[in-house]
């Protein structure tokens, strides 16, 4: 819009003296087309769900509390919670040692990432699982020594004992790699910092280097946590009866696959939108600058004590 | 040693550090004494090596050569015969706690307060009793003008102040030697005067301090000995009166001319 010179204003307000200024906001008609577009999706979307009767509601409700589909719920949430943690220890180790001068841990640290996020969570599973078949007894021998321990690895790979190895050790790939970013985006004059006070590099990153960088890390970790949620899913293929292995357990009886999959789902959605909110919270609080997450934390510990 | 004879030894006996990054020597043979009790403030132009010799006394770089002694002790090395054996990490952190350091950037712990900041390294190093700790932190704070400060995150504090809170610091592992990185480079100018008095104070306490600046002025009202660097040579060492008021070199005339 052009401004207008002061004679222009002048010359309008003479031609319309008691004009009442009026503003008309800006007529988007692609917004408000698209808009209704979207409207009569969601309505024949909610018309359908609701008056088809294949997607069996009565049913769905019947069995969302039901023993086999919480114990189902419970797995799925202890699954994603000993992970997360297990993940999270083990993939700090993987992410600081590179920062170590020692090449073959560096290496070696490289190759894990490569290998275990470059092949897919399922065939991991499915590996560990059928780990027998490959080594019949597992062996604790010293190095050209006498034997220690010897187990049969049929008894030792249960659907537990493979679905953790299988997502552990895939989850914490991942977290390598977030919390590498982290301690990464500390500024080196933190070390420095450190190192000319006396402190040891093991007590700095302990100290100093890693509380900064949870601010990088927890946003991604919270969006991981979501993800490896649903990922617990794939344990079904191993006989763990998580949530979604309980419905399908369920349906192969009844043969109510759709509303038994929306029972599952439902559990997700729900789950997901608690972790949700979780993540937001987090990003509110670690996401800015330092200074009012550091006070707010010192705020909030001062209450609590 | 008696005791005579340990108080006339220099606290900081450098001799022919060399010290390259990759092809670049950045260090071409500096020999320095730095006698107990002294201010040394450390000239140059920008690049000519002052921030690397002073992070090679507290081995936070590792000389390729020459011999560097801090209170007697070789830095980073252990003679045995007539070899040299790199240190370990915890012996290299033993000798690091005589020696404090004041960076350009403060590099103060963003998520600790003011007190948690000067307390940190004596509890984690020293496994110092918590409350006797605090309350030396506290003088300390009381000491550098910030007693009222002492809840108050760095990036509460102004420039100013976090320097004054990152010499607190370095106090509080009770140095025999302070290191000073161009402590007031980063400040706006008001805020020069409040970390120069902190530091006038610290070297009437007799404090041994070593300090790369461009303030001409401190470096002639505190110092001792000015030395000047240029391009990885010390060029001409003498009092302030010396070097300042009379250079002998046209290399720290031709700097001089520019700075004042
Ligand atoms: N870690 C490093 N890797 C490679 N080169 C470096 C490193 N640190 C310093 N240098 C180089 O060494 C030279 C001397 O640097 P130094 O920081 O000691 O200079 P300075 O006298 O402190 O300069 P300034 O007044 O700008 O701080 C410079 O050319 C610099 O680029
Ligand atoms: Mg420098």
Redesign the pocket.
């Known amino acids: 819009m052009e401004t207008m010179t002061p004679t222009q204003a002048a010359a309008i307000k003479e031609r319309e003296p008691d004009a009442a200024i009026v503003a008309v906001p800006v007529r988007n008609y692609g917004t408000a087309v698209a808009a209704a577009i979207v409207l009569i999706i969601a309505a024949a979307i909610g018309y359908s769900l609701l008056t088809n009767p294949n997607f069996q509601w009565g049913v769905v409700a019947g069995y969302v509390f039901s023993p086999v589909i919480l114990q189902g719920l419970g797995r799925t949430l202890l699954l994603t919670v000993i992970t997360m943690v297990l993940a999270v220890i083990l993939g700090t180790g993987l992410a600081i040692a590179p920062r170590s001068k020692n090449p073959v841990l560096r290496m070696a640290s490289q190759a894990y990432i490569w290998f275990f996020r470059g092949t897919p969570v399922l065939v991991q599973l499915i590996f560990w699982y059928n780990l027998s078949a490959l080594y019949q007894y597992v062996v604790l021998q010293v190095p050209f020594g006498p034997e220690l321990f010897r187990i049969d690895t049929n008894s030792l790979i249960t659907p537990w004992t493979a679905a953790l190895l299988g997502l552990v050790l895939n989850e914490a790939a991942y977290m390598a790699e977030i919390i590498r970013a982290g301690i990464g985006s500390v500024d080196n004059g933190q070390q420095e910092a450190a190192s000319a006070l006396g402190i040891s590099k093991s007590q700095s990153m302990r100290r100093i280097i890693l509380p900064q960088a949870m601010r990088v890390v927890i946003p991604p970790t919270a969006n991981e946590t979501i993800n490896l949620l649903k990922v617990t899913s794939l344990v079904s293929v191993i006989t763990l009866p998580e949530l979604l292995y309980s419905a399908q357990i369920i349906y192969s009886r009844t043969f109510e696959t759709i509303p038994l999959l929306i029972v599952a789902s439902l559990w997700y959605l729900a789950i997901t939108t608690v972790l949700t909110i979780g993540q937001n919270y987090m990003e509110r609080k670690y996401g800015r600058g330092n200074l009012p997450t550091a006070v707010k934390m010192k705020r909030i510990k001062r209450i609590l004590r | 040693m008696s005791a005579i004879t340990d108080r006339q030894r220099p606290l900081v006996e450098a001799s022919n550090i060399r010290k390259s ?2 092809h ?1 020597e ?1 260090l071409k043979g500096i020999d320095m004494v730095v006698e107990q009790g002294t201010v040394s403030c450390l000239l ?10 002073l992070r090679c006394i507290n081995h936070l770089e590792k000389v390729n050569s020459g011999r560097l002694l801090v209170d007697g002790e070789l830095i980073g090395y252990r003679q045995r015969g007539n070899k040299l054996y790199e240190m370990k990490e915890r012996e290299v952190v033993a000798q690091r706690q005589k020696i404090g350091m004041v960076f350009q950037r403060f590099n103060l712990f963003p998520h600790m307060t003011a007190l948690e900041n000067v307390m940190e390294a004596p509890v984690l190093v020293h496994k110092e009793n918590r409350a006797v700790v605090e309350e030396r932190a506290r003088r300390l704070l009381d000491r550098v003008g910030l007693g009222n400060r002492v809840n108050n995150f760095p990036s509460q504090l102004s420039g100013g102040q976090q320097q004054r809170v990152a010499i607190a610091r370095a106090l509080a592992m009770e140095p025999k030697l302070m290191l000073f990185d ?1 402590p007031t480079s980063a400040l706006d100018p008001e805020l020069v005067g409040e970390v120069l008095d902190v530091m006038k104070e610290l070297a009437e306490t007799g404090m041994t301090m070593i300090v ?1 600046t461009h303030e001409i002025n401190f470096a002639k009202e505190v110092g001792d000995k000015v030395v000047f ?1 240029d391009d990885g040579y010390v060029v001409e060492t003498g009092t302030p009166e010396q070097v300042l008021g009379n250079p002998q070199e046209a290399r720290t005339k031709s700097f001089l001319s520019k700075v004042l």
């Open positions: 990054f990759g670049l950045v140059g132009p920008s690049g000519s090596g002052k921030s690397t010799f161009e790369v660097m």
